[in-house]
């Protein structure tokens, strides 16, 4: 979801003590960082019509965001440590 904070689940839990997460958030690491549109590129050249449509339009950002897919990965990327897979 677009702005929606991320979270895992902490791994650096002790009994009764943690540095990482505090014991807060029923043991979970919430990522503050938030998704923002910045650009859209298709194929291999920056979309500026589309890039107006949707940050005029947030319901049709939410509608085309996704993230996961079924696609293959672009050459050159690789998915995070973390990623979910489908
Ligand atoms: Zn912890």
Redesign the pocket.
């Known amino acids: 979801m677009v702005g929606a904070p991320k979270a895992r689940k902490?791994?650096?839990?002790g009994p009764d003590r943690?540095v990482?997460?505090?014991?807060s958030n029923r043991?979970y690491?919430v990522d503050l960082s938030a998704y923002s549109l910045y650009d859209v590129v298709t194929g291999d050249a920056f979309d500026a019509p589309t890039l107006d449509l949707l940050a005029s339009d947030p319901l049709e950002l939410v509608r085309r965001t996704s993230v996961r897919t079924d696609a293959e990965l672009t050459p050159g990327f690789a998915p995070y440590v973390g990623c979910p897979q489908a």
């Open positions: 902490c791994t650096s839990c943690c990482e997460c505090g014991l043991r690491v």
